[in-house]
């Protein structure tokens, strides 16, 4: 890193506060929701739908079953570059939430 400019140092810094804005970006987001859902003087988790989506199946109802010492690195990777994998993956029903995708929010089943 012989020969730097200030220009390119500071191009540095920039994108370095580039990419800690985009990273927080999403947890600025929820927590502005929430403080306007709370103004507004509905439910700051659900919105007053009184449903949240399940934290298993993200929605769905189905989950990718695992064996017993399969983490499903090769599976993941392949189905990203949209490849379906060596291996058909089976989906099963979530238990969770018995493959509805959603479950009550737990800070509106509190109330009532």
């Not at 929820?30 to 439910?43: E, K």
């Amino acid at each position: 890193m012989n020969n730097l400019t200030a220009s390119e140092i500071a191009g540095f810094g920039v994108g370095a506060l580039l990419l800690c804005a985009t990273i927080s970006a999403p947890k600025v987001d929820a927590f502005i929701a929430a403080s306007q859902r709370r103004s507004l003087g509905i439910c700051k988790r659900c919105g007053d739908l009184r449903l949240i989506a399940c934290s298993g199946c993200k929605g769905s109802g189905l989950v990718k079953k695992r064996e017993l010492f399969d983490f499903g690195i090769w599976d993941d990777f392949y189905q990203s570059f949209g490849d379906e994998g060596m291996k058909p993956s089976l989906m099963i029903k979530c238990t969770k939430c018995l493959s509805k995708g959603h479950m009550p929010c737990p800070e509106c089943s509190k109330v009532l």
